[in-house]
């Protein structure tokens, strides 16, 4: 009986891992993080740190900036940092990020993503952030909405 209680307490994916809403007081001691840049990472408790600034479990130290929209269109979604996008699409204000993926070939389910890895996979630029195959439609390239960064001649 207080195993189920306990099982209530903390609901589960369909693939298992515990799901959690990110608040100010909820931090996870251990983070996933992103990889792509050298210099800035973004945890997937929502804060954007330099590489170096890192704990030994992969989280941002606490000091730095939540949810960071730094260098980011809130209208259109569009950021110039893939970290600023990644960490501006992680508030809990915002609606789940589909970005590109919803033109897939296959389709995506919610419960399939954790909310990091959807705005991860949302802010990677896309054939939709190319004007000329070669050319970025704007510097805010990195978008967690379903429509293409707005079109800024350089």
Do not use: W
């Amino acid at each position: 009986m207080e195993e189920e209680k306990h099982e209530a307490s903390n609901p589960r994916d369909q693939r298992g891992r515990l799901v959690m809403e990110v608040t100010d007081v909820e931090l996870k001691n251990k983070c996933t993080n992103t990889i792509q840049s050298r210099i800035l990472v973004v945890d997937d408790n929502g804060f954007r740190c330099l590489r170096k600034d890192l704990d030994r479990n992969g989280c941002c130290t606490t000091r730095h900036q939540r949810f960071s929209c730094e260098y980011c269109d809130l209208i259109n979604k569009c950021c110039r940092t893939y970290e600023n996008c990644v960490s501006c699409c992680l508030n809990p204000k915002e609606p789940p990020a589909l970005g590109s993926l919803h033109l897939s070939r296959y389709p995506l389910q919610d419960s399939d993503f954790t909310r990091f890895e959807r705005c991860q996979m949302a802010c990677r630029t896309s054939s939709l952030s190319l004007l000329h195959e070669n050319t970025y439609r704007s510097p805010l390239k990195h978008c967690f909405a379903d429509k293409p960064p707005p079109l800024i001649p350089p």
